[in-house]
Nanobody, 122 residues
Framework: QVQLVESGGGLVQEGGSLTLSCAAS????????MGWYRQAPGKQRELVAT????????NYANSVEGRFAISMDNAKNMVFLKMNSLEPEDTGVYFC???????????????WGQGTQVTVSS
């Protein structure tokens, strides 16, 4: 019903920048919220940032606040994560996530992208 495809990951030097993109497609009538999560090797998957489309309300993990910025293009159903001043600790697989209303009368259902690798070298 909904597909999420991430892009923009890669290898970057410490202190550099990357912007991740996530495109949503399929059959849905609304988006309640979207976000980015990441998972480092041997660690639990953790929330990075979330955004509510209607008012642009954002939330960030303490470890990335001030360095990362989440945004949306509502017309294109896309969410972005601008990452600045990258650190080796930011290395991991980054996943796009969202709550989508797939029918007029349904609540939101959760969907995940397959992830994109971000590697920050020291």
């Amino acid at each position: 019903q909904v597909q999420l495809v991430e892009s923009g990951g890669g290898l970057v030097q410490e202190g550099g920048s990357l912007t991740l993109s996530c495109a949503a497609s399929g059959n849905f009538v609304g988006i309640n919220n979207m976000g980015w999560y990441r998972q480092a090797p041997g660690k639990q998957r953790e929330l990075v940032a979330t955004i509510v489309p209607s008012g642009g309300i954002t939330n960030y993990a303490n470890s990335v606040e001030g360095r990362f910025a989440i945004s949306m293009d509502n017309a294109k159903n896309m969410v972005f994560l601008k990452m600045n001043s990258l650190e080796p600790e930011d290395t991991g697989v980054y996943f796009c996530n969202g709550g989508f209303r797939t029918t007029r009368y349904s609540g939101a259902s959760n969907f995940w992208g397959q992830g994109t690798q971000v590697t920050v070298s020291s």
